[in-house]
């Protein structure tokens, strides 16, 4: 009979065997590996009886490295939600990954589980020597960060967004009023925009040359951070000692790089100590730094990295997003002539012989609405920014493993047949109600979704939808906005085609920026001088 002993005995030959026999000991090698990969997986499977959720059947070792795709993510991850159901399991590598694509799920485990699930992943080494390490959307769920998100948060919550009216108002009429001037140079003027009310709102530093040295600084510090946080592209986040490398080695461009990144990041470090010198002359405008430097004059002990901190994420985290949208909203416009002309109709009933004011929106829900729409047909930040799950957890009989990532696919929440009918359509209707004067309430809000979710849910928000209702409205209300023409005066449809990464923008599309009337150029002329 075959028993266990006989079976030791045979497993010992086997071995000795194998060891004279370098085929069989390679054998032996693999076996092992792949026999204590299964025990670690097997482990990290089940708990409690509890299974991982399901996902795609991962390679041996590198797990889904390769089916993870490195351009336009949504489509890939919205094919697996629909495939595997709300929770997808992922690992590369080490790295375990959840993908959430429901906002009921999102809304169960990010907000009302906030407590586990609001830490970032650990910073790669790239993101931190180029300067980010300190960054409000990169840091752990720690004190200092918390610190850095309540100064960040004090300055443009809802109860004071209203505060940064009179910059958003000067400067989005004075793009109007480039647009009448160069309708050619849309695009850029749009980005300067931006960049000078964000820079006033947090250092009161106000633009006033095209090529300001300030917003080229934050437009370089963007750039350095997409290219930083590139999965995958970095030995030194595979080889973390390799950051210990010389510079005057070769084949370390890669190290000049980030410390060029990490000196363009120190030198907003310029703005802050512009402010500190405005304030002793007592010339300072009002700003988001001044404010924290008076609360330390009068005993606040706020550091001052954390300020300076605070104040340069402004500029690196709201830029892209906001023109992302802002751009979104130019491209569908040059799409859907009924939709502007409806819009168009509501701002002539509510604001006549005027431009309109802040105290309209709550008159102008079609044009809230169309901001909707914009955002949910490609939001700003289409796979959100990774949270972490700080313990193991368990949600509908699935095992959560602490540690994971956890990838919140907004761009398929927003295109969720369940929530909202038809969702490849553009249609900002969907969100008014049947009476047709006002939103909906039963219909989920996308913003609810756009600007991610829980304790970390972007702090930038209640100024970034100000911003978006102001230009639009301005917008609709001076300007139609149509498709280029090609040489025998024909219009040409625009491609919906966004760029990938972090925060996605409409890939270069050409629009005509036209007055609607002579009247309507006269209004926005005439804010030159109020
Ligand atoms: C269309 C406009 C915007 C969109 C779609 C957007 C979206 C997002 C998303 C999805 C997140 C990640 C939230 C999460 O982890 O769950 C985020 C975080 C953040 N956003 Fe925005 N954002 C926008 C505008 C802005 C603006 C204008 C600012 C600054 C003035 C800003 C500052 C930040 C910061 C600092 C974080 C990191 C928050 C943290 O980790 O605690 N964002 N944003």
């Known amino acids: 009979m075959y028993n266990f002993t006989t079976y030791l005995d045979h497993v010992a030959v086997g071995l000795q065997n194998a060891f004279y026999n370098r085929f069989y000991f390679?054998?032996?090698?693999?076996?092992?590996?792949?026999?204590?990969?299964?025990?670690?997986r097997?482990?990290?499977?089940?708990?409690?009886?509890?299974?991982?959720?399901?996902?795609?059947?991962?390679s041996f070792f590198v797990g889904n490295m390769h089916d993870i795709p490195v351009a336009q993510e949504w489509n890939t991850f919205t094919k697996w939600s629909k495939q595997f159901g709300d929770i997808v399991y992922l690992r590369v590598l080490g790295t375990k990954m959840l993908l959430l694509g429901s906002y009921r799920v999102a809304n169960e485990l990010l907000v009302k589980r906030g407590t586990i699930y609001s830490d970032r992943p650990i910073t790669p080494p790239m993101l931190e020597m180029g300067g980010?390490?300190?960054?409000?959307?990169?840091?752990?769920?720690?004190?200092?960060?918390?610190?850095?998100?309540?100064?960040?948060?004090?300055h443009l919550r809802y109860s004071v967004v209203d505060r940064h009216q009179p910059i958003q108002i000067r400067e989005t009429q004075k793009l109007l009023r480039k647009y009448l001037e160069a309708p050619d140079n849309w695009f850029d003027d749009t980005k300067y925009t931006v960049g000078a009310i964000i820079l006033d709102i947090v250092y009161g530093y106000r633009v006033t040359s095209e090529r300001d040295p300030w917003v080229e600084v934050g437009e370089q510090s963007g750039r350095y951070f997409q290219i930083c946080a590139k999965p995958g592209a970095w030995a030194v986040d595979v080889l973390p000692f390799l950051r210990y490398v010389p510079t005057w080695l070769p084949f370390t461009e890669w190290k000049v790089f980030a410390l060029e990144s990490s000196a363009n990041r120190n030198s907003t470090k310029g703005m802050f100590e512009m402010v500190q010198a405005a304030m002793k002359e007592g010339t300072a405008s009002p700003s988001m730094v001044l404010r924290y430097l008076e609360e330390n004059k009068n005993g606040a002990n706020i550091p001052e990295e954390a300020i300076m901190d605070a104040a340069s994420d402004a500029y690196g985290a709201g830029v892209e997003t906001t023109l992302s949208f802002i751009y979104g909203f130019l491209l569908q416009m040059t799409k859907h002539r009924s939709i502007q002309r409806k819009a168009q109709d509501e701002l002539d009933r509510v604001c006549p012989d005027r431009l309109p004011t802040f105290d309209d929106r709550k008159s102008l829900h079609y044009i809230e609405a169309i901001g909707m729409e914009v955002g949910r047909w490609h939001p700003g930040v289409p796979q959100g920014i990774a949270h972490r799950l700080e313990k193991d957890d368990s949600f509908e009989g699935k095992f959560l493993p602490k540690g994971?990532?956890?990838?919140?696919?907004?761009?398929?929440?927003?295109?969720?047949?369940?929530?909202?009918?038809?969702?490849?359509?553009?249609?900002?209707?969907?969100?008014?109600?049947?009476?047709?004067?006002?939103?909906?309430?039963?219909?989920?809000?996308?913003?609810?979704?756009?600007f991610g979710f829980g304790r970390r849910q972007c702090p930038g928000r209640p100024f970034a939808e100000a911003q978006f209702f102001y230009t639009m409205a301005l917008i609709?209300?001076?300007?139609?906005?149509?498709?280029?023409?090609?040489?025998?005066?024909k219009e040409?449809?625009?491609?919906d085609v966004y760029r990938s990464g972090v925060v996605s923008l409409p890939l270069s599309f050409s629009c005509r920026i036209i007055p609607r009337s002579n009247d309507m150029a006269e209004l926005i002329r005439r804010t030159e001088h109020e």
């Open 476 to 489: 609709l209300k001076v300007f139609d906005v149509l498709p280029p023409l090609d040489t025998q005066g």
């Open 404 to 450: 994971s990532l956890i990838i919140p696919n907004i761009w398929r929440m927003c295109h969720d047949e369940e929530t909202y009918k038809s969702p490849d359509i553009f249609n900002p209707d969907r969100f008014i109600n049947v009476e047709g004067d006002g939103l909906d309430i039963s219909v989920l809000d996308p913003r609810q979704m756009i």
């Open 492 to 495: 040409v449809i625009q491609p």
């Open 132 to 154: 980010f390490g300190t960054s409000l959307t990169v840091m752990g769920n720690n004190a200092d960060y918390r610190l850095r998100r309540r100064l960040f948060e004090q």
């Open 26 to 40: 390679d054998i032996l090698v693999v076996g092992f590996t792949i026999a204590a990969t299964m025990l670690i």
């Open 42 to 58: 097997y482990s990290t499977s089940q708990v409690n009886g509890l299974k991982l959720p399901p996902g795609p059947t991962p």
